[in-house]
């Protein structure tokens, strides 16, 4: 099951409509385009050298915020948009734009796909964020909830190129490209939506604009 898979059967999208004022197929549309561009902006970021602010981040979202189902009550909204910012950088309101114009189980010229999309933004960052975190350091047998370690044995620059073990930036970098690469692949509840697949939306819609952030 890919990350898109993943991520989206984790989250209530019934609360998440009432939530936020739309119907849940429109939140499930909307959500299957805001995390392929979250997961792409995290891809592009740690391609472009910012995988040491990128660890950081997941140090501090290493939770259960997925295990059993997302609790919304449990979602920081605020720490949301500022994760946003580092991933888009001056490009997020772009970025919503674009995703917002896929026209999300809305009629035309509604808007609602553009405020519904920058509605999950910072909802939605949070989550990817923890999924990613649980991903990396769950390969170093630190997932759950546990602060990553630091150590000799764990180096965050060194170990696969000379080949020991693959350090905490080559681990990221492998993780966000089967989750990025994943995304390509469609979910099957948002095939018959009419929406791009995961793919073209980081490839062709956005473009450039990913990895906007922080470096």
């Known amino acids: ?3 898109l898979d993943d991520i989206l059967g984790s989250l209530p999208i019934d609360q998440l409509a ?3 004022g739309a119907s849940p ?3 499930e549309a909307a ?4 995390l392929p561009a979250l997961l792409g902006g995290l ?3 740690a391609q472009d050298g910012g995988t040491g602010s990128i660890l950081e981040a997941l140090g501090q979202h290493n939770n259960d915020l997925l295990a059993g189902g997302v609790d919304l009550s ?3 909204t605020q720490d949301g948009a500022a994760i946003a910012g580092h991933i888009f950088g001056d490009q997020q309101d772009a970025v919503a734009n674009q995703l917002g114009q896929l026209g999300i189980g809305v009629s035309a010229g509604s808007g609602l796909g553009g405020a519904l999309v920058k509605k999950l933004i910072p909802i939605l960052a949070p989550i990817v964020l923890s999924y990613i975190a649980n991903q990396v350091f769950g390969k170093m047998g630190q997932g759950g909830g546990s602060a990553p370690q630091t150590s000799p044995s764990l180096p ?5 190129a000379s080949g020991g073990a693959p350090s905490l930036d080559d681990l990221l970098k492998d993780v966000l490209g089967q989750a990025a690469g994943g995304a390509t692949q469609q979910p099957q509840q948002t095939q018959q ?3 791009p697949s995961g793919g073209s939306i980081i490839t062709d819609i956005l473009g450039g604009l990913l990895g906007g952030g922080r470096r």
């Not at 959500?31 to 805001?34: I, N, P, R, T, W």
């Not at 965050?156 to 696969?160: C, E, F």
């Open 156 to 160: 965050t620059n060194q170990g696969g």
């Open 74 to 76: 449990q979602i920081d």
């Open 193 to 195: 939506s009419g929406l």
């Open 18 to 20: 009432d939530q936020l």
């Open 25 to 27: 197929g429109q939140v």
């Open 1 to 3: 099951m890919s990350a």
């Open 31 to 34: 959500s299957a385009a805001v």
């Open 43 to 45: 891809q592009a970021n």
